[in-house]
């Protein structure tokens, strides 16, 4: 099996920073943050970015200064989030793309997300990609729904994304698909030839998830995006779920993928700087 590769979703965009006090707002935090998981084992920082004061931003500025925080510290792959927050345009999500991250989200279809639609319209999805063809910039498809790789497979007809690609399944979000055993195998069997998938359980099931994909092959995704807690009324840092996710692999016998063995099973450009 390859080794793993573990991307940090550290901040999202939902977590209120009185939730918790582990949550990285400024860029400064995020790079010492993405630093810290890095030398726990992950390859990967999902990125969101937020004002002082916790509120979401996709000032293209603030997310230039955290990618900038972030390459003073360590090698991780920089991966900015295109899904934003719920409510934003989907001009001010591509806006962050200009600072030509290595790697970008696509969430490959619309979902109820609680009360709210998350809204990605295939207009919505065109846009995006045409952002990421401009800055060179390598798609990560997010499928939060059991219909999102066929509209994924649609886009690839239309000659806007190409296969084989990564793919993360976001399993567990309300409104979405459940984060299941079930699940998940029937989304790893329906993925196009030779792409490589990781998986994000959302809350509790964030661990269950994670140790299927290391056992099934896949990678994993874990962080406070989608999981604030270490164990039950434990809050969690993320460099602790990155560390924990590492160790058990390594038990395994899949020891955690470095961002350059990342970067080459993900077809990425080597890092030059
Ligand atoms: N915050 C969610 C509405 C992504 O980063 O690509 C969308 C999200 C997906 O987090
Ligand atoms: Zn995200």
Same mark, same amino acid.
């Given at each position: ?32 943050? !993405? +630093? /810290?998981?890095?030398? =726990? ?5 999902? @990125?969101?970015?937020?004002? *002082?004061?916790?509120? &979401? #931003? ?39 793309? !200009? +600072? /030509?991250?290595?790697? =970008? ?5 619309? @979902?109820?997300?609680?009360? *709210?639609?998350?809204? &990605? #319209? ?152």
């Amino acid at each position: 099996m390859q080794p793993l590769i573990v991307t940090v979703a550290a901040v999202g965009a939902e977590v209120r920073p009185e939730q918790t006090p582990h949550l990285p707002v400024t860029p400064e935090q995020l790079g010492e943050t !993405a +630093a /810290r998981c890095r030398a =726990a084992g992950a390859a990967l920082i999902h @990125v969101h970015c937020r004002n *002082d004061d916790g509120s &979401n #931003t996709a000032d293209p500025a603030r997310f230039a200064a955290a990618f900038a925080a972030i390459r003073a510290r360590t090698d991780i792959i920089v991966q900015f989030t295109t899904g934003g927050a719920v409510g934003m345009t989907p001009q001010e999500r591509a806006a962050p793309l !200009a +600072a /030509r991250p290595e790697m =970008a989200t696509l969430t490959c279809g619309s @979902v109820n997300f609680g009360d *709210d639609v998350f809204e &990605n #319209t295939f207009p919505i999805m065109r846009g995006i990609l045409a952002e990421m063809r401009r800055y060179e910039v390598v798609p990560e498809l997010e499928i939060f729904d059991a219909g999102h790789l066929a509209n994924a497979r649609g886009l690839e007809r239309e000659g806007l994304l190409r296969f084989p690609c990564h793919v993360d399944f976001v399993l567990g979000v309300p409104g979405g698909l459940e984060a299941s055993a079930r699940n998940l195998s029937y989304l790893v069997e329906g993925l196009p030839a030779g792409c490589t998938w990781s998986v994000a359980g959302i809350g509790r099931a964030q661990l269950a998830m994670a140790l299927l994909a290391v056992a099934m092959g896949g990678h994993v995704r874990v962080g406070l995006e989608d999981n604030l807690y270490f164990s039950k009324g434990r809050l969690a840092t993320n460099e602790e779920l990155v560390a924990r996710v590492a160790r058990i692999a390594a038990e395994f016998g899949r020891p955690v993928a470095t961002p350059d063995q990342a970067r080459e099973l993900l077809g990425l450009r080597p890092l030059t700087i």
